[in-house]
Nanobody, 112 residues
Framework: QVQFVESGGGLVQPGGSLRLSCTVS????????MAWYRQVLGNERELVAS???????NYVDSVKGRFIISRDNAKNTVFLQMNDLKPEDAGVYYC??????WGQGTQVTVSS
C-alpha cells in the first residue's frame, strides 16, 4: 500500500521560503514520476512541479526560478523548495505519484 506523509507547510511572509517534504512508503520514488500540485479553495488542483524517474524536472511558469523539486532516494522523499514566496503561491500542496496516488496535503499561507 502506497502512503505519503507530507510536511513543511505553514505561514510565511512574502519573500520567505518553505520546504515541503513528501515521505513515501510502499514504492521507491526513484522508479516513478513524482509531482507537487497546488489547490486553492474552489479551484482544481494545479500541477506546480514534477520530476520523472530520470530526474528531469518541469515547473509551471509562475514558479520557475523560485521553486525546486528534488528527491532523496535514500530517504524515499520528494521535496519542494519554495523561495521568494508570493501571496498567489498560497494553497494546499499535494504530493502525487505517476500511479495516481495522492498525499493528504499541506497548507501553505503567504501573508504579511
Amino acid at each position: 500500500q502506497v502512503q505519503f506523509v507530507e510536511s513543511g507547510g505553514g505561514l510565511v511572509q512574502p519573500g520567505g521560503s518553505l520546504r515541503l517534504s513528501c515521505t513515501v512508503s510502499g514504492m521507491p520514488v526513484s522508479r516513478y514520476g513524482m509531482a507537487w500540485y497546488r489547490q486553492v479553495l474552489g479551484n482544481e488542483r494545479e500541477l506546480v512541479a514534477s520530476i520523472n524517474r530520470d530526474g528531469n524536472t518541469n515547473y509551471v511558469d509562475s514558479v520557475k526560478g523560485r521553486f525546486i523539486i528534488s528527491r532523496d532516494n535514500a530517504k524515499n522523499t520528494v521535496f519542494l523548495q519554495m523561495n521568494d514566496l508570493k501571496p498567489e503561491d498560497a494553497g494546499v500542496y499535494y504530493c502525487k505519484n505517476s500511479l495516481g496516488n495522492w498525499g493528504q496535503g499541506t497548507q501553505v499561507t503567504v501573508s504579511s
